[in-house]
């Protein structure tokens, strides 16, 4: 698994967590489960300034 938090100084703390099956995203009870193709299209529309 891995985990990276997206923190800045005085804020929340979301996390993002990826496993081989998933990727989680959000803060204790707020959070959001995709699976990894979800994922692959998430960052390939991000990639493409689609978002």
């Known amino acids: 698994m891995k985990i990276v938090k997206l923190c800045r100084e ?3 703390c979301p ?3 990826v496993t ?3 990727v989680e ?3 204790k009870d ?3 489960v995709l699976t990894t193709e979800q994922w692959e299209i ?3 529309k991000i ?5």
């Open 15 to 17: 996390v993002v967590k």
């Open 47 to 51: 990639l493409k300034n689609e978002l």
């Open 30 to 32: 707020n959070t959001c």
């Open 10 to 12: 005085g804020s929340c």
């Open 25 to 27: 995203i959000g803060e």
């Open 20 to 22: 081989d099956t998933q």
């Open 42 to 44: 998430l960052k390939e």
